[in-house]
């Protein structure tokens, strides 16, 4: 199993404009809603706090970005980590900097944050 | 060159959530700014219509999100598909329905679309 899906590659492709790109999912679903959404658990925060963070760091090529809903409402604060696919479940700014640490400066994995297909939400 | 990083992805990742993941910048800035925007260039009315238009079509594994800024605004309206890394400027609804058909369903190339690293802004 492999997050990047080699066959969706072509030869001739460029390179990548962003070297690692970060979508952090700042939905927002009416007051109630069964699926509850990313905004009302503070993805907003999280998300700019990472955005500035990663300023900070002067880490290159990295762009953390908003996004409208991901579809992970039940998991959310969602964030999903491209060319790699791979998503994590966050909460807190201590999240945050792990993930900028461990993932996207090395490269590595926050195991406990980690989200995987089975764990839905179809 | 190549658009996907093997060099991100690691062994025992998971499997892609979402096949094709495509991010449609619709971005705002104050009228006048010299760097434009993707929104005052029609964006919303496009990815509002890719979205649908995926849904018809029955794509399996595939997910029309809108970002905030892609941080490529004199270029707009652009978006960006992963995991494959490729960036597209597109205008109209023809556009649109070639990326679908050619890139998202067929997994090719619409080159006269294409956005290089080159490109810029930078």
Sequence with gaps: MKSVDPSRSRPGDAAAYYRCHVFCCINERPEGHPRGCCKERGSVRLRNYMKARAK???IDGVRINQSGCLDRCEL??????YPEGIWYRYDTLEDVDEI????VIGGGRVERLLLRPEDGPK
Tied chains: 1, 2.
Excluded: C, D, K
């Design 56 to 58: 900070e760091l002067g």
């Design 76 to 81: 959310g604060p969602v964030m999903v980590i």
């Design 100 to 103: 900028l640490q461990q993932h």
